[in-house]
């Protein structure tokens, strides 16, 4: 992983530069930090516990340390440490892709190069939200003919873009591990997508874009895919009808305490999918009639709608505005607000071409559709700051950075018990 430092968060008109960190010795004198007499004599159980601790870009540098280290990534007893004791860290992880046009309407040179196997593998980009860092990560080993959909408990979920039946794989980025689930029934083209991932269990369902015809689709039906460390499963036999004249655009879902949420437009208003009950239910959106570019996001066990607002004919200044669904799943309570001099920079940059919205905990991250810039909202300090989430080359063009809550681990739990269960089913050959 290739790192790249920001500079500390700041709220002034942009561009502005990123400069680089200098770098400086690792002592500033002739006496060093740690003393080998002492340092060389931890228990080595102490030692591994420490390196157990590490972000992944630490871990991976460690390695190259000795054999021993090196080693630690293949050995079971190191694992369960690391699943004991590393903290939870709540990161993004970014990808380059074409927009959903170009997704739908593909030529026939790339279809064909999707089906004979050719131009796979992809990269992504893991950003640091505490301290402001990316790193450059490549995944060779996925496959043409896939796209990032959706991301749980250090697992990303790719999706096949032909219509039809749809192909799905699970990768932990950081390891390169891939995992092939059996392919939904229902032929759709462009559903929405919604996975989460405990140490025990697995939750994932496609909504909507029926391909009721080689010519038509319609948002009918949703099916769900489910596996626990308990023994039961569902393996896509799990439908449940949508509610009538609804519209799914963005392709993304989320998950909040048992229920998965995603966004209906025309007008705008919120999906929700109970996973015991097996029903959806709409939940009117706050100020549906003056939103512009509105995104679910989860946000310290909360459902969060973040959301431009264009009230002009009441002399009310536009804004952009977060608010979060309450416990009786139907009234929303405005929890942040971006300062007008800010938002009148970001209307300046956005300049009508709509954005995205991404949290993980305490943080928000706000993608300018067409661009790599974007802002950061930190709800723990009630900060906003200009980041660059992608400092490798930006969206612009076709390409638009695609962003997911994700959490970097070495293990998944549950990756054990999905392998065992989806051996009868065809893997992805080498």
């Not at 596996?227 to 039961?232: A, T």
């Not at 200044?317 to 009786?328: D, G, N, T, Y």
């Amino acid at each position: 992983m290739e790192p790249s430092s920001f500079p500390n968060p700041i709220t002034i008109p942009f561009p502005y530069p990123f400069p680089s960190i200098p770098t400086s010795p690792i002592c500033t004198n002739s006496r060093p930090w740690m003393d080998s007499r002492i340092w060389s004599r931890l228990p080595q159980r102490l030692v591994d516990r420490i390196v157990a601790s590490l972000p992944p870009p630490a871990f991976f540098r460690a390695r190259a340390v000795c054999k021993r280290w090196y080693g630690l990534i293949f050995s079971t007893a190191f694992i369960e440490l690391y699943l004991q004791v590393s903290p939870s860290r709540h990161w993004f992880i970014f990808f380059k892709q074409q927009g959903i046009k170009n997704c739908i309407y593909k030529n026939a040179a790339s279809a064909a190069a999707a089906a004979s196997g050719g131009g796979g593998g992809g990269e992504a980009f893991l950003f640091d939200p505490e301290n402001l860092k990316c790193y450059r990560l490549g995944i060779p080993m996925i496959p043409a003919g896939v796209t990032p959909a959706s991301a749980s408990g250090g697992l990303v979920c790719f999706v096949s873009e032909e219509s039809g039946s749809k192909s799905i794989v699970l990768c932990n980025p950081v390891m390169g591990n891939l995992i092939q689930l059996p392919s939904t029934l229902r032929p759709r083209l462009c559903p929405s997508i919604g996975l989460t991932i405990t140490n025990s269990s697995i939750d994932l369902i496609f909504a909507g874009d029926d391909l009721i015809s080689p010519y038509a689709v319609k948002n009918l039906t949703s099916e769900s895919f489910h596996i626990d460390g308990g023994g039961f499963y569902s393996i896509w036999g799990t439908t449940a009808a949508l509610p009538r004249l609804c519209s799914l655009e963005s392709g993304r879902m989320i998950h909040v305490a048992g229920r998965f949420y995603c966004m209906n437009y025309s007008p705008f208003s919120v999906l929700a999918y109970d996973v015991v009950s097996n029903q959806w239910s709409k939940i009117q959106a706050p100020m549906r009639r003056f939103l512009r570019s509105p995104s679910l996001v989860e946000s310290r066990g909360k459902a969060v709608l973040v959301a431009a607002v264009e009230k002009s004919k009441l002399n009310v200044p536009k804004s952009l505005r977060l608010w979060a669904l309450q416990e009786c799943g139907a009234a929303w309570v405005e929890i942040e607000r971006m300062p007008q001099q800010l938002y009148n920079q970001f209307a300046e940059v956005e300049w009508g071409r709509g954005f995205d919205a991404v949290a993980h905990g305490d943080y928000v991250v706000v993608v300018i559709k067409g661009s790599e810039r974007a802002l950061l909202f930190d709800f723990g300090g009630k900060r906003w700051s200009w980041i660059c989430p992608c400092p490798y080359g930006g969206g612009g063009g076709e390409e638009e950075l695609r962003g997911f809550a994700y959490e970097p681990r070495l293990a998944v739990p549950i990756t054990g018990l999905l392998e065992q269960l989806t051996l009868p089913f065809n893997s992805f050959a080498s």
